[in-house]
């Protein structure tokens, strides 16, 4: 791959998008790697977890990249948002934990790609937008959608219409990022916190994952059918068993993720 790069640090796979002259910005390549890279992660046993970040010191991503975007015609605007939607939902219905450890500015593309992860850490550096409309468009990697279920329609209409970039954190206050870090504890913060969930019951968090991501896209009550439906499988397996003994006998669970 060209412009990413995979770091597996003992189960923690760290994804790095590296366009550094250019901001991290996604042409259709880079999209198509990071795709690549998730895709080869999933059946991966020895990743655990994984931590999306940018390369270089000013960006996480700048967004899509202009010069290619500027080249668009209809259909292939269309086919681009399309690929990107495919791609970023993929990393949303990732079945181990992403975080997106957003060391820059996150703007247009780059803050979809934050909204699709799991759990979001950002840099006191950071900045957070979705300036299309400054160009002329709208959100196309799934943003209109992603960032209205996270902030709320009124604050993700705030921010789509206005373009406006935001800080650290404020991003924070509205709930865009869970937390923000001093830049230099960005990584091991975020590197804290995957191994932190990766001493959990592993298809406990895959199930956990897969409630919240694919349950809150449905009505309430087949969102709570799926919860049960995957409380009740998780019943079955030799974790939940070692997890309840292991908490009767005042010990460490050892999970084998059966
Ligand atoms: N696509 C293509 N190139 C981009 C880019 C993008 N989204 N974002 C930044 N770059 C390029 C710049 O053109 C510049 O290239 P150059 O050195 O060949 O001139 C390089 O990255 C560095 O960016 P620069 O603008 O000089 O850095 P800055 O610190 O002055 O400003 C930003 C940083 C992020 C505020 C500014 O680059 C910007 O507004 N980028 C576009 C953000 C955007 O609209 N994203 C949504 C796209 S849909």
Do not use: W
């Amino acid at each position: 791959m060209e412009n990413v790069r995979t770091e597996n640090r003992d189960g923690v796979l760290v994804i790095t998008i590296d366009r550094p002259k250019l901001l991290n910005a996604l042409n259709a390549q880079t999209v198509e790697e990071i795709g690549a890279a998730f895709a080869a992660a999933r059946d991966d046993e020895n990743v655990k977890a994984v931590i999306l970040t940018g390369g270089g010191e000013k960006a996480f991503v700048a967004g899509a990249d202009i010069n290619e975007l500027a080249q668009a015609t209809p259909m292939s605007g269309k086919e681009t948002s399309e690929k990107g939607q495919r791609i970023f939902h993929a990393i949303e219905r990732f079945p181990k934990p992403v975080i997106a450890a957003i060391n820059g500015f996150a703007l247009g593309g780059g803050c979809e790609l934050a909204l699709a992860c799991h759990i979001r850490i950002a840099s006191e550096k950071a900045q957070l937008g979705l300036p299309e409309v400054s160009l002329g468009i709208i959100p196309g990697y799934g943003g209109t959608q992603r960032m209205a279920r996270l902030v709320g329609k009124g604050k993700a209409l705030e921010l789509i219409l206005t373009g406006d970039r935001i800080g650290a954190a404020d991003a924070e206050r509205i709930g865009l990022v869970n937390r923000v870090v001093p830049a230099e504890e960005l990584m091991a913060a975020c590197e804290e916190l995957a191994r932190r969930i990766m001493t959990r019951g592993p298809l406990a968090v895959r199930a956990a994952i897969e409630a919240v991501m694919s349950g809150s896209e449905m009505p309430f009550e087949e969102g709570q059918f799926l919860e049960a439906t995957l409380f009740g499988l998780l019943c079955a397996s030799e974790d939940t068993k070692e997890g309840m003994k292991a908490f009767i006998e005042k010990r460490t669970a050892e999970f084998k993720g059966r």
